[in-house]
C-alpha cells in the first residue's frame, strides 16, 4: 500500500508540471497551527473488536513551509509544497499501583517533529477582483524526524521519581518496545480556504491512511506477547496563512 501512494503522490506531482508554463502561478511560504492525533484502536483478536483498548492523544504544534500554486485550466489547478511541523503532548494524571495505592502525580510528555510532502488538487471561485474561495484535497507524505516520549511518576509521598524515556523511532534500552512508530505515513485530506491578492487562509484535516505503529502487537520489555494488536491512524487538523512572493497573473 506504501509503494501506490508514493506512486500516486509521484504521479500527481509529474502532472502538476503541467501548471509552471500557465497564467496565475505563484511561490510562497505558510506558517499555522498543526494538530497531530494518534489514533490506537488495539483488540485482543484482530478479527474482533471487542474488549478493545482504545486511546487517543491530539497533540498541538506549529507548522512552516514553502508552497508553489499553479493554475492549469480555469479555476482548476494544483498547490504543492514542503512543511515542516513541531507538535508537543504533556498530560498528568493520577493511577493506582498494583497495592492499590495511588501515585501522588504522574506525567507524559511528547515531543514530535516531522516533514511533509503535499499534492493538493485545488479549485479557486472567484467571488471579486482577486478574491477567490478555494477547496483542495490530496495526498500527504510524512517523514518523521523524531518521536520522544519521556513518563516519570513519583513513586511514593517522598521526592523519589521514576523516569522512562523512549523515542519512537530509535529505542532506548530498558523499555517496553511495543511504541515503535513507523518514519513513513501517508494521509490524504480534504480542505477549504480564501485567497485575497497575495494572502492567503487554507484549513484542512488529512487522514491516516496506513498504521505507524512498526509492531504487529504489543509486547513486554523482554519481548512476550501481551495478546493485543496494533491498530492505528495518524491524522492532522491544521490552519495555515501565507503569502505569495512571486505571483503572476
Given at each position: 500500500?506504501?509503494?501506490?501512494?508514493?506512486?500516486?503522490?509521484?504521479?500527481?506531482?509529474?502532472?502538476?508540471?503541467?501548471?509552471?508554463?500557465?497564467?496565475?502561478?505563484?511561490?510562497?511560504?505558510?506558517?499555522?497551527?498543526?494538530?497531530?492525533?494518534?489514533?490506537?484502536?488495539?483488540?485482543?483478536?484482530?478479527?474482533?473488536?471487542?474488549?478493545?483498548?482504545?486511546?487517543?492523544?491530539?497533540?498541538?504544534?506549529?507548522?512552516?513551509?514553502?508552497?508553489?500554486?499553479?493554475?492549469?485550466?480555469?479555476?482548476?489547478?494544483?498547490?504543492?509544497?514542503?512543511?515542516?511541523?513541531?507538535?508537543?503532548?504533556?498530560?498528568?494524571?493520577?493511577?493506582?499501583?498494583?497495592?492499590?495505592?495511588?501515585?501522588?502525580r504522574q506525567r507524559q510528555m511528547l515531543t514530535y517533529h516531522e516533514l511533509e510532502l503535499f499534492v493538493d488538487w485545488q479549485y479557486k471561485f472567484e467571488?471579486?477582483?482577486?478574491?477567490?474561495?478555494?477547496?483542495?484535497?490530496?495526498?500527504?507524505?510524512?517523514?518523521?524526524?523524531?518521536?520522544?516520549?519521556?513518563?516519570?511518576?513519583?513513586?511514593?509521598?517522598?521526592?523519589?521519581?521514576?523516569?522512562?524515556?523512549?523515542?519512537?523511532?530509535?529505542?532506548?534500552?530498558?523499555?517496553?518496545?511495543?511504541?515503535?512508530?513507523?518514519?513513513?505515513?501517508?494521509?490524504?485530506?480534504?480542505?477549504?480556504?480564501?485567497?485575497?491578492?497575495?494572502?492567503?487562509?487554507?484549513?484542512?484535516?488529512?487522514?491516516?491512511?496506513?498504521?505507524?505503529?512498526?509492531?504487529?502487537?504489543?509486547?513486554?520489555?523482554?519481548?512476550?506477547?501481551?495478546?493485543?494488536?496494533?491498530?492505528?491512524?495518524?491524522?492532522?487538523?491544521?490552519?495555515?496563512?501565507?503569502?505569495?512572493?512571486?505571483?503572476?497573473?
Amino acid at each position: 500500500m506504501k509503494k501506490i501512494f508514493v506512486t500516486v503522490v509521484l504521479a500527481c506531482l509529474a502532472i502538476s508540471t503541467f501548471a509552471v508554463d500557465l497564467p496565475k502561478q505563484g511561490l510562497g511560504f505558510q506558517v499555522g497551527w498543526a494538530q497531530p492525533i494518534l489514533r490506537l484502536n488495539s483488540p485482543k483478536n484482530p478479527s474482533n473488536a471487542k474488549d478493545s483498548l482504545s486511546t487517543t492523544i491530539a497533540m498541538k504544534g506549529v507548522k512552516i513551509g514553502a508552497v508553489y500554486d499553479g493554475s492549469i485550466i480555469a479555476g482548476f489547478g494544483t498547490s504543492i509544497g514542503v512543511n515542516y511541523t513541531f507538535a508537543a503532548y504533556n498530560s498528568r494524571w493520577k493511577a493506582d499501583n498494583a497495592y492499590g495505592m495511588q501515585y501522588p502525580r504522574q506525567r507524559q510528555m511528547l515531543t514530535y517533529h516531522e516533514l511533509e510532502l503535499f499534492v493538493d488538487w485545488q479549485y479557486k471561485f472567484e467571488v471579486a477582483k482577486e478574491t477567490y474561495l478555494i477547496v483542495y484535497s490530496g495526498p500527504m507524505i510524512q517523514c518523521g524526524l523524531a518521536f520522544d516520549m519521556r513518563s516519570d511518576s513519583q513513586k511514593d509521598f517522598d521526592s523519589e521519581v521514576d523516569v522512562k524515556r523512549y523515542s519512537g523511532y530509535h529505542m532506548e534500552e530498558g523499555y517496553n518496545e511495543n511504541e515503535h512508530f513507523n518514519r513513513l505515513n501517508i494521509t490524504w485530506g480534504v480542505g477549504a480556504g480564501f485567497q485575497y491578492k497575495r494572502y492567503f487562509l487554507r484549513g484542512s484535516y488529512d487522514f491516516g491512511l496506513i498504521n505507524p505503529y512498526a509492531n504487529k502487537e504489543f509486547v513486554d520489555a523482554v519481548g512476550n506477547s501481551l495478546d493485543r494488536y496494533t491498530r492505528g491512524r495518524l491524522d492532522q487538523w491544521s490552519i495555515k496563512i501565507g503569502m505569495y512572493l512571486w505571483y503572476e497573473e
